[in-house]
Protein backbone atom coordinates (compact mmCIF):
# COMPACT_ATOMS: atom_id res chain seq x y z
CA UNK A 1 0.00 0.00 0.00
CA UNK A 2 1.34 3.42 -1.16
CA UNK A 3 2.19 5.76 2.38
CA UNK A 4 3.75 8.36 3.98
CA UNK A 5 4.99 8.79 6.84
CA UNK A 6 5.67 12.04 8.70
CA UNK A 7 7.81 12.73 11.89
CA UNK A 8 7.54 14.49 14.56
CA UNK A 9 4.29 14.69 14.34
CA UNK A 10 4.69 18.01 16.04
CA UNK A 11 8.02 20.24 17.01
CA UNK A 12 8.69 22.95 19.34
CA UNK A 13 11.76 25.00 19.15
CA UNK A 14 12.84 28.31 19.73
CA UNK A 15 13.36 30.88 17.66
CA UNK A 16 16.92 31.55 15.90
CA UNK A 17 17.08 27.34 16.08
CA UNK A 18 17.24 24.95 13.08
CA UNK A 19 15.22 21.77 12.78
CA UNK A 20 14.56 18.70 10.65
CA UNK A 21 11.33 17.22 9.51
CA UNK A 22 11.61 13.73 8.26
CA UNK A 23 9.49 11.95 5.43
CA UNK A 24 9.48 8.50 5.04
CA UNK A 25 7.38 6.64 1.74
CA UNK A 26 6.76 3.60 -0.07
CA UNK A 27 4.95 4.86 -2.89
CA UNK A 28 6.61 3.07 -6.14
CA UNK A 29 7.41 3.80 -9.01
CA UNK A 30 7.94 7.47 -8.18
CA UNK A 31 7.47 10.72 -10.14
CA UNK A 32 8.22 13.48 -7.23
CA UNK A 33 8.19 14.42 -3.50
CA UNK A 34 6.84 17.74 -2.71
CA UNK A 35 7.20 19.97 0.49
CA UNK A 36 4.41 22.31 1.47
CA UNK A 37 3.84 24.56 4.24
CA UNK A 38 0.29 25.02 5.30
CA UNK A 39 -0.25 28.25 7.60
CA UNK A 40 -3.25 27.96 10.38
CA UNK A 41 -5.82 28.84 8.30
CA UNK A 42 -4.81 28.79 5.01
CA UNK A 43 -4.46 26.19 2.15
CA UNK A 44 -0.98 24.40 1.49
CA UNK A 45 1.70 26.32 -0.54
CA UNK A 46 4.58 24.23 -2.29
CA UNK A 47 7.92 24.86 -1.31
CA UNK A 48 9.81 22.49 -3.27
CA UNK A 49 9.79 19.69 -5.69
CA UNK A 50 12.32 16.61 -5.28
CA UNK A 51 12.43 14.58 -8.44
CA UNK A 52 14.55 10.64 -8.58
CA UNK A 53 17.72 12.38 -9.68
CA UNK A 54 17.95 15.31 -6.79
CA UNK A 55 19.71 14.76 -3.58
CA UNK A 56 19.53 18.41 -2.10
CA UNK A 57 17.42 21.41 -2.78
CA UNK A 58 17.26 24.55 -1.34
CA UNK A 59 14.87 27.41 -1.10
CA UNK A 60 15.78 30.12 0.87
CA UNK A 61 16.09 28.95 4.67
CA UNK A 62 14.46 25.77 3.38
CA UNK A 63 16.83 22.65 2.33
CA UNK A 64 14.96 19.31 1.10
CA UNK A 65 17.38 16.24 0.56
CA UNK A 66 15.78 12.92 -0.69
CA UNK A 67 17.15 9.47 -0.96
CA UNK A 68 15.41 7.39 -3.27
CA UNK A 69 16.82 3.90 -2.23
CA UNK A 70 15.75 4.25 1.28
CA UNK A 71 12.64 6.43 0.25
CA UNK A 72 13.52 9.24 2.92
CA UNK A 73 13.01 12.74 2.57
CA UNK A 74 14.00 15.75 5.01
CA UNK A 75 13.20 19.22 5.47
CA UNK A 76 15.98 21.11 7.22
CA UNK A 77 15.10 24.55 7.99
CA UNK A 78 17.72 27.09 9.40
CA UNK A 79 18.03 29.46 11.87
CA UNK A 80 13.99 29.60 12.33
CA UNK A 81 11.72 32.85 12.20
CA UNK A 82 8.31 32.89 13.79
CA UNK A 83 6.60 33.06 10.22
CA UNK A 84 7.58 28.95 10.19
CA UNK A 85 5.20 28.06 12.76
CA UNK A 86 3.09 25.94 10.26
CA UNK A 87 2.20 22.15 9.22
CA UNK A 88 5.03 20.84 6.70
CA UNK A 89 3.55 18.36 4.30
CA UNK A 90 4.87 15.44 2.60
CA UNK A 91 3.35 14.47 -0.85
CA UNK A 92 4.59 11.89 -2.98
CA UNK A 93 3.58 11.27 -6.88
CA UNK A 94 3.36 7.97 -8.10
CA UNK A 95 4.34 7.69 -11.90
CA UNK A 96 2.18 4.87 -12.88
CA UNK A 97 -1.44 6.49 -11.83
CA UNK A 98 -1.31 9.45 -11.12
CA UNK A 99 -1.84 9.06 -7.64
CA UNK A 100 -0.76 11.89 -5.21
CA UNK A 101 -0.04 10.54 -1.33
CA UNK A 102 -0.11 13.35 1.65
CA UNK A 103 1.79 12.70 4.76
CA UNK A 104 -0.23 13.94 7.52
CA UNK A 105 2.33 16.77 8.03
CA UNK A 106 4.85 18.20 11.06
CA UNK A 107 2.89 20.84 13.04
CA UNK A 108 6.25 23.25 13.57
CA UNK A 109 5.73 25.77 16.43
CA UNK A 110 8.65 28.71 17.20
CA UNK A 111 8.73 29.98 20.23
CA UNK A 112 10.15 33.85 20.54
CA UNK B 1 -7.91 36.26 -9.72
CA UNK B 2 -4.71 34.12 -10.24
CA UNK B 3 -5.67 31.27 -7.92
CA UNK B 4 -7.97 28.96 -7.03
CA UNK B 5 -10.80 30.86 -5.82
CA UNK B 6 -13.58 28.79 -2.96
CA UNK B 7 -16.88 29.96 -1.74
CA UNK B 8 -18.19 30.20 1.17
CA UNK B 9 -15.22 31.14 3.17
CA UNK B 10 -17.27 30.11 6.23
CA UNK B 11 -20.48 27.64 5.99
CA UNK B 12 -22.64 27.38 9.22
CA UNK B 13 -25.28 24.70 8.79
CA UNK B 14 -27.92 23.14 10.79
CA UNK B 15 -27.73 19.16 10.91
CA UNK B 16 -30.11 17.49 8.05
CA UNK B 17 -29.29 20.78 6.12
CA UNK B 18 -27.93 20.50 2.29
CA UNK B 19 -24.58 22.34 0.87
CA UNK B 20 -22.71 23.60 -1.55
CA UNK B 21 -19.54 24.23 -2.13
CA UNK B 22 -17.62 26.34 -5.05
CA UNK B 23 -14.54 25.56 -6.58
CA UNK B 24 -12.91 27.98 -9.22
CA UNK B 25 -9.82 26.73 -10.59
CA UNK B 26 -6.68 28.38 -12.13
CA UNK B 27 -7.39 28.84 -15.71
CA UNK B 28 -5.97 26.31 -17.73
CA UNK B 29 -5.84 23.83 -14.81
CA UNK B 30 -7.60 20.15 -15.93
CA UNK B 31 -6.83 18.96 -12.97
CA UNK B 32 -8.77 19.71 -9.81
CA UNK B 33 -9.21 17.93 -6.53
CA UNK B 34 -11.36 17.88 -3.41
CA UNK B 35 -10.05 17.44 -0.16
CA UNK B 36 -11.16 17.51 3.87
CA UNK B 37 -8.98 18.66 6.72
CA UNK B 38 -10.48 18.53 10.15
CA UNK B 39 -9.55 20.53 12.94
CA UNK B 40 -5.31 19.51 13.60
CA UNK B 41 -5.33 16.69 11.18
CA UNK B 42 -3.85 16.12 7.29
CA UNK B 43 -5.49 16.08 4.57
CA UNK B 44 -8.08 13.51 3.13
CA UNK B 45 -8.42 12.77 -0.27
CA UNK B 46 -12.22 13.32 -1.59
CA UNK B 47 -12.35 13.38 -5.46
CA UNK B 48 -10.29 13.99 -8.53
CA UNK B 49 -11.12 15.60 -11.77
CA UNK B 50 -8.59 15.82 -14.82
CA UNK B 51 -10.10 16.77 -18.34
CA UNK B 52 -12.96 14.80 -19.56
CA UNK B 53 -12.06 11.34 -18.03
CA UNK B 54 -14.07 10.22 -15.62
CA UNK B 55 -13.36 11.43 -11.84
CA UNK B 56 -12.09 9.47 -9.49
CA UNK B 57 -14.89 9.35 -6.55
CA UNK B 58 -12.57 6.90 -4.39
CA UNK B 59 -12.46 9.00 -1.54
CA UNK B 60 -16.09 10.22 -1.00
CA UNK B 61 -16.90 8.37 2.21
CA UNK B 62 -20.61 8.34 2.02
CA UNK B 63 -23.31 8.31 -0.61
CA UNK B 64 -24.25 11.66 0.42
CA UNK B 65 -21.34 13.56 -0.86
CA UNK B 66 -20.63 14.16 -4.73
CA UNK B 67 -19.13 16.45 -7.08
CA UNK B 68 -19.40 17.73 -10.31
CA UNK B 69 -17.63 20.17 -12.41
CA UNK B 70 -18.92 21.81 -15.48
CA UNK B 71 -17.33 22.73 -18.89
CA UNK B 72 -13.83 21.47 -17.05
CA UNK B 73 -13.50 24.48 -15.02
CA UNK B 74 -15.70 25.48 -11.91
CA UNK B 75 -16.39 22.30 -9.69
CA UNK B 76 -19.23 22.42 -6.66
CA UNK B 77 -19.23 19.78 -3.71
CA UNK B 78 -22.22 19.07 -2.76
CA UNK B 79 -23.14 17.02 0.77
CA UNK B 80 -26.53 15.96 1.49
CA UNK B 81 -28.02 16.07 5.31
CA UNK B 82 -25.09 17.35 6.66
CA UNK B 83 -23.94 15.45 9.66
CA UNK B 84 -21.42 16.93 12.70
CA UNK B 85 -18.88 14.90 11.66
CA UNK B 86 -19.05 16.45 8.16
CA UNK B 87 -17.78 19.56 10.19
CA UNK B 88 -14.02 20.37 8.47
CA UNK B 89 -12.07 22.76 5.93
CA UNK B 90 -13.16 21.44 2.49
CA UNK B 91 -10.03 22.89 0.50
CA UNK B 92 -9.66 22.64 -3.34
CA UNK B 93 -6.69 22.71 -5.15
CA UNK B 94 -6.05 22.25 -9.38
CA UNK B 95 -2.86 21.48 -11.25
CA UNK B 96 -2.25 21.16 -14.48
CA UNK B 97 -2.32 17.69 -16.20
CA UNK B 98 0.14 15.03 -14.71
CA UNK B 99 2.28 14.67 -17.89
CA UNK B 100 2.23 18.53 -18.71
CA UNK B 101 3.83 19.62 -15.51
CA UNK B 102 5.77 18.66 -12.32
CA UNK B 103 2.66 18.64 -10.40
CA UNK B 104 1.90 21.46 -8.45
CA UNK B 105 -1.12 21.72 -6.69
CA UNK B 106 -2.32 25.42 -5.67
CA UNK B 107 -5.17 25.52 -2.97
CA UNK B 108 -7.91 27.59 -2.32
CA UNK B 109 -8.26 28.95 1.25
CA UNK B 110 -11.02 26.09 1.52
CA UNK B 111 -14.56 26.42 3.04
CA UNK B 112 -14.53 26.20 6.51
CA UNK B 113 -18.11 24.32 7.18
CA UNK B 114 -19.85 23.79 10.81
CA UNK B 115 -22.60 21.44 11.16
CA UNK B 116 -24.48 22.12 14.26
Known amino acids: KNQVEQSPQSLIILEGKNCTLQ??????????LRWYKQDTGRGPVSLTI?????NTKSNGRYTATLDADTKQSSLHITASQLSDSASYIC???????????FGKGTRLHILP | GAGVSQSPSNKVTEKGKDVELRCDPI?????LYWYRQSLGQGLEFLIY????????KSGLPSDRFSAERTGGSVSTLTIQRTQQEDSAVYLC??????????????FGEGSRLTVL
Open chain 2, 49 to 56: FQGNSAPD
Open chain 2, 93 to 106: ASSLAHRAGTGELF
Open chain 1, 91 to 101: VVRGNRDDKII
Open chain 1, 23 to 32: CNYTVSPFSN
Open chain 2, 27 to 31: SGHTA
Open chain 1, 50 to 54: MTFSE
